[in-house]
């Protein structure tokens, strides 16, 4: 989906909190790199425009993955590691908190 398909989904009033396998949809949009869609092909991209739509829809930002393979990692933790430089500023923009600490002791600038 492109960010004009977050924007309908929100429009009809999708819950942009909502967890699937222990992931949010702003996860979903941060998960590669700093690409336009959060789903495109089949594949996870990540799109700063999705970020913020969400954001402003009220996503939260500091929700914690519950997903076994998340260690804890909340969705700037995500963003971090994909490198998803624009998604990570739009989520601190937004209130993410960059001294969230995961399972293992890192924040996001660890």
């Given at each position: ?54 954001l ?27 490198c ?27």
């Amino acid at each position: 989906a492109r960010s004009e398909d977050v924007r309908r989904l929100l429009q009809a009033r999708a819950d942009p909190n909502t967890v699937v396998d222990g992931r949010t949809p702003l996860m979903a949009a941060v998960h590669k790199g700093d690409k336009e869609g959060v789903i495109a092909g089949g594949e996870r991209v990540s799109s700063p425009e999705c970020v913020r739509l969400l954001l402003d829809a009220g996503a939260t930002p500091d929700v914690v993955s519950t997903h076994p393979h998340d260690n804890g990692r909340t969705v700037a933790h995500c963003a971090a590691l994909s490198c998803a430089r624009q998604c990570l500023e739009a989520l601190l923009r937004g209130g993410a908190n960059p001294s969230a600490v995961t399972d293992e002791g890192r924040t996001v600038l660890v």
